[in-house]
Each structure stands twice: as structure tokens, then as C-alpha cells.
Nanobody, 117 residues
Framework: QVQLVESGGGLVQAGDSLRLSCAAS????????MGWFRQAPGKERDFVAA????????NYADSVKGRFTISRDNAKSTVYLQMNSLKPEATAVYYC??????????WGQGTQVTVSS
């Protein structure tokens, strides 16, 4: 089992920045690919960004490319999502996820991000 706990959400204005953190515990963090997803009210959960175990590979949803950056510190078992130039449509609950296989197996409880216009 891997436990994931997100933090760093909050209420900001459009154009502001936020950095989300996701701390992992339980089984070793080693080898896990990590990702961020978000779910806006009344909508499905959508992919935001992912990073490989070695940090050698990242990918992003088109809607956040150039504004969001995913990174990880394996020594701290933590993954981050730096969000810049936030837009109101970024308002959602943001979830951290982990996987060893193609299926995202472990999920955090989420952290609320609200961007006011």
C-alpha cells in the first residue's frame, strides 16, 4: 500500500501561482510513476500531469502546458505541481496518484484549488 496526502491548495486570484505537494508513505516510493489529476464540480476527473520515477519523462495536459510544472523529490517521497498563471477554469479538487503498471492504483484524498476571477 502507498498512502498519498496532498497539500497546498487554497483560494487564489486569477494570474496567481500555487504549489501543490503530495507526500507518499507506506511502501517504498521507488519505481512509482506519479501524477496529478483534477476534478471540477459536475465533471469527470481529468489528467493534469505525470512524471516518471527517474524524473526523466514528464507529460502534461494541453490545457496546462507551459504554465504547470510537475517535479519530484524521491529522497522526500514527495511530488509537486507548480501552477502558474492560474485561470478560473483551474478550479477543482486536485488529486495525486501513483502507479507501477499502466493503471493508476493509489490515490490521495485531494486538495481544493479555487481560482477567483
Amino acid at each position: 500500500q502507498v498512502q498519498l496526502v496532498e497539500s497546498g491548495g487554497g483560494l487564489v486570484q486569477a494570474g496567481d501561482s500555487l504549489r501543490l505537494s503530495c507526500a507518499a508513505s507506506g511502501r517504498t516510493f521507488s519505481g512509482y510513476h506519479m501524477g496529478w489529476f483534477r476534478q471540477a464540480p459536475g465533471k469527470e476527473r481529468d489528467f493534469v500531469a505525470a512524471i516518471s520515477w527517474s524524473s526523466g519523462s514528464t507529460n502534461y495536459a494541453d490545457s496546462v502546458k507551459g504554465r504547470f510544472t510537475i517535479s519530484r523529490d524521491n529522497a522526500k517521497s514527495t511530488v509537486y505541481l507548480q501552477m502558474n498563471s492560474l485561470k478560473p477554469e483551474a478550479t477543482a479538487v486536485y488529486y495525486c496518484a501513483a502507479r507501477l503498471t499502466p493503471t493508476w492504483r493509489y490515490w490521495g484524498q485531494g486538495t481544493q484549488v479555487t481560482v477567483s476571477s
